[in-house]
């Protein structure tokens, strides 16, 4: 898939004006009485973080392809390889299962030591978001084939 660079160069500009929305908000938030208002920058922080991440990542991938094309071609070649595409979803199944057990626990772990139940109930929303999306997808992939 081509990235051109107008896109990872949106991803970075984005998440740098995030972060640096963040950075100016940040004074002006906290003085205020509301929870959700002190927030904001975080949140801002967070998404930033994530976006600038992820231009730096297409970026960085990208000058590693145009500096080695010999090398960009086996890249290629390999991420479409049948066995490293087995493997790679391999690994996200396995990683998928570990999260579904760790947000359990952590839902439990919430629920026993008391914290808001407003945290709790979007956690379990979470939760059960990903299990109901689960089974679609499951039900859609066998349709399929």
């Given at each position: 898939?081509?990235?051109?660079?107008?896109?990872?160069?949106?991803?970075?500009?984005?998440?740098?004006?995030?972060?640096?929305?963040?950075?100016?908000?940040?004074?002006?938030?906290?003085?205020?009485?509301?929870?959700?208002?002190?927030?904001?920058?975080?949140?801002?922080?967070?998404?930033?973080?994530?976006?600038?991440?992820?231009?730096?990542r297409?970026?960085?991938?990208?000058?590693?392809?145009?500096?080695?094309?010999?090398?960009?071609?086996?890249?290629?070649?390999?991420?479409?390889?049948?066995r490293?595409?087995?493997?790679?979803?391999d690994?996200?199944?396995?990683?998928?299962?570990?999260?579904?057990?760790?947000?359990g626990?952590?839902?439990?772990?919430?629920?026993?030591?008391?914290?808001?139940?407003?945290?709790?109930?979007?956690?379990?929303?979470?939760?059960?978001?990903?299990?109901?999306?689960?089974?679609?997808?499951?039900?859609?992939?066998?349709?399929?084939?």
């Amino acid at each position: 898939m081509e990235i051109s660079k107008a896109r990872y160069g949106v991803y970075l500009l984005l998440g740098l004006a995030s972060v640096v929305a963040a950075i100016v908000v940040w004074p002006y938030t906290m003085d205020v009485a509301s929870n959700m208002v002190q927030a904001i920058p975080f949140v801002l922080l967070s998404i930033g973080s994530g976006v600038l991440g992820l231009g730096v990542r297409l970026a960085l991938k990208r000058l590693a392809r145009d500096s080695v094309p010999h090398k960009a071609k086996q890249r290629e070649i390999d991420e479409k390889d049948e066995r490293n595409v087995a493997l790679r979803n391999d690994a996200k199944a396995r990683a998928f299962d570990l999260m579904l057990i760790a947000i359990g626990a952590l839902l439990i772990a919430f629920a026993f030591t008391g914290v808001s139940k407003i945290v709790i109930l979007s956690l379990g929303g979470t939760y059960l978001f990903v299990l109901v999306s689960t089974i679609y997808f499951a039900i859609k992939v066998n349709r399929y084939m």
